[in-house]
């Protein structure tokens, strides 16, 4: 059988602790693949945030420091700062991205920090129970608004556009989904080297599925990953 498995993976940590069908396995699978295809197994330092990121810890045999919620990016810039010629790979969700941490990521992008911040938008809080979050499109029913999330809260937060407007212009700024793991695949590698090759902050936004919380199957949560992108446009942010 055709070993498809990053070498990067820690396989003696598998499988996966995330729940079913969730997103994060092929985020972080395609991570792996960015990892060993630019050949920086040994030159990469990992965060993980609070939340169902957290869970990444032990996915890719990398070091990883697992830090307070919405702490990861700065930890990884005082991080840099001591270690330079490491690269730094920050890896969250949104409620830590553009929540309890949106100070600490708009500030890193307007510093230029060189760090590669990672975002996974399932649309939800779902460590917590897939309370409605800042991205959470209108109409949505999770355990915090019952009737459906109110149209007036927001057509739903657009981190990477925020981001790109306090950036450096050198800064590498995208969205990407689950829904193409190929271009999933592409913008990873391009985050990571625009922070090894240029020394400029990246960040990528990915849609995810969260089928658990979202209570579908793969083809509903695969439906909805698309309904997503309607509203959160994917590619390079310029």
Same mark, same amino acid.
């Given at each position: ?7 990067? &993976? %820690?396989?003696?940590?598998k499988p996966h602790l995330f729940c079913p069908g969730c997103g994060h396995g092929i985020i972080l699978k395609q991570l792996g693949f960015a990892i060993d295809s630019l050949g ?16 990444? &810890?032990? =996915?890719?045999?990398?070091? @990883?420091?697992?830090? !307070? /919620? ?25 409620? $830590? $991205? &553009? ?5 600490? @990521?708009? /500030? $890193? ?6 760090? @590669? ?6 649309? %939800? =809080? ?30 739903? =937060? ?9 950036? !450096?212009?050198?800064?590498?700024? $995208? ?7 190929? /271009? ?15 020394? %400029? =902050? ?7 599925i969260c089928p658990t919380n979202w209570k579908t199957g793969a083809k509903a949560s695969l439906d909805l990953a698309s309904e997503m992108e309607k509203v959160y446009p994917i590619?390079?942010?310029?």
């Amino acid at each position: 059988m055709l070993n498809t498995m990053p070498k990067s &993976w %820690n396989i003696e940590s598998k499988p996966h602790l995330f729940c079913p069908g969730c997103g994060h396995g092929i985020i972080l699978k395609q991570l792996g693949f960015a990892i060993d295809s630019l050949g920086l197994q040994k030159e990469i330092t990992m965060g993980v945030d609070i939340g169902c990121s957290l869970l990444a &810890w032990d =996915f890719l045999d990398v070091p @990883t420091i697992q830090t !307070h /919620h919405g702490r990861t990016t700065p930890l990884l810039v005082g991080y840099k700062l001591v270690k330079p010629k490491r690269i730094v790979i920050s890896y969250m969700g949104d409620g $830590a $991205a &553009w929540g309890i941490g949106l100070q600490n @990521t708009i /500030h $890193a992008a307007y510093r230029n920090n060189p760090v @590669t911040v990672i975002v996974i938008n399932n649309e %939800n =809080f779902a460590m917590t129970g897939g309370q409605a979050s800042y991205t959470t499109l209108p109409g949505t029913i999770t355990p915090t608004s019952p009737v459906g999330k109110p149209a007036d809260l927001g057509s739903g =937060f657009k981190g990477p556009e925020l981001i790109r407007n306090v950036a !450096h212009k050198d800064a590498f700024i $995208a969205r990407t989904t689950v829904t193409n793991p190929i /271009h999933l695949l592409t913008t990873l590698k391009k985050a990571i080297m625009t922070q090894k090759e240029n020394n %400029n =902050f990246a960040l990528v936004e990915v849609l995810s599925i969260c089928p658990t919380n979202w209570k579908t199957g793969a083809k509903a949560s695969l439906d909805l990953a698309s309904e997503m992108e309607k509203v959160y446009p994917i590619g390079e942010v310029k």
